[in-house]
């Protein structure tokens, strides 16, 4: 089977995200396959989403960030499009990158299977595919979750910055009131 996540011919115009040569004769569990299908559409879909929104979106920052007039900063719409910029950020660092390196370990999992099947098991046999699939697994386990860390800290400082910010904003807007009010 050449391709398990798309038909086994492409139309010219088609193009195949990801695709893997699967070894006809070993029979993959069926349930790693799910999982790779599975994790293949949630994959690119994200990714796609994101991508159609930075290149929407940045040719428009650009244009505006060469203005000089605030009206029209404000007015663009890229600041009205602001929650899908963050969510489309949101979905490509987060799930979109847990996604890809489940997508590596599943993948590392269906190659080195058929490899591992057909290697005689004895007293002297080397490590084999199996272990060095775990040894992956295991390596990606603590660096998925050191990324999960770092997102959630990255993000919280941001937000902490933004409200430090518009707080500091709003102290002066009160000041100025107090001052236009004579107080």
Not at 12 to 17: F, H, R, S
Not at 50 to 67: F, G, Q
Not at 123 to 135: E, F, H, M
């Given at each position: 089977?050449?391709l398990w996540?798309?038909?086994?011919?492409?139309?010219?115009n088609?193009t195949?995200?990801?695709e893997?040569?699967?070894?006809m004769?070993?029979?993959?569990?069926?349930?790693?396959?799910?999982?790779?299908?599975a994790?293949?559409?949630a994959?690119?879909p994200?990714?796609?989403f994101?991508?159609r929104?930075?290149t929407?979106?940045?040719p428009?920052?650009e244009?505006?960030?060469?203005?000089?007039?605030?009206?029209?900063v404000?007015e663009?719409?890229h600041?009205?499009?602001?929650p899908?910029?963050?969510?489309a950020?949101?979905?490509?660092?987060?799930?979109g990158i847990l996604?890809?390196?489940?997508?590596?370990?599943?993948?590392?999992?269906?190659?080195?299977?058929?490899?591992?099947?057909?290697?005689?098991?004895?007293?002297?046999?080397k490590?084999?595919?199996?272990?060095?699939t775990?040894?992956s697994?295991?390596?990606?386990?603590?660096v998925?979750?050191?990324?999960?860390?770092?997102?959630?800290?990255?993000?919280?400082?941001l937000?902490r910055?933004?409200?430090?910010?518009?707080?500091?904003?709003?102290?002066?807007?009160?000041?100025l009131k107090?001052?236009?009010?004579?107080?």
């Amino acid at each position: 089977m050449s391709l398990w996540t798309l038909p086994r011919q492409l139309a010219p115009n088609q193009t195949a995200m990801v695709e893997v040569q699967l070894e006809m004769q070993y029979q993959c569990p069926q349930m790693l396959l799910i999982a790779f299908s599975a994790c293949t559409r949630a994959l690119e879909p994200v990714h796609l989403f994101a991508l159609r929104i930075s290149t929407c979106i940045r040719p428009n920052v650009e244009a505006v960030s060469n203005i000089h007039n605030l009206n029209s900063v404000s007015e663009s719409p890229h600041e009205r499009m602001h929650p899908y910029i963050e969510l489309a950020w949101g979905f490509s660092t987060v799930p979109g990158i847990l996604l890809f390196l489940a997508e590596v370990v599943l993948l590392c999992w269906i190659k080195c299977l058929p490899v591992d099947s057909s290697a005689k098991e004895g007293p002297n046999s080397k490590p084999g595919p199996t272990q060095a699939t775990l040894v992956s697994t295991i390596i990606l386990v603590p660096v998925g979750l050191i990324f999960v860390v770092f997102t959630i800290h990255f993000y919280r400082s941001l937000v902490r910055h933004k409200t430090e910010r518009h707080n500091r904003e709003i102290e002066e807007l009160h000041k100025l009131k107090v001052q236009l009010d004579g107080h």
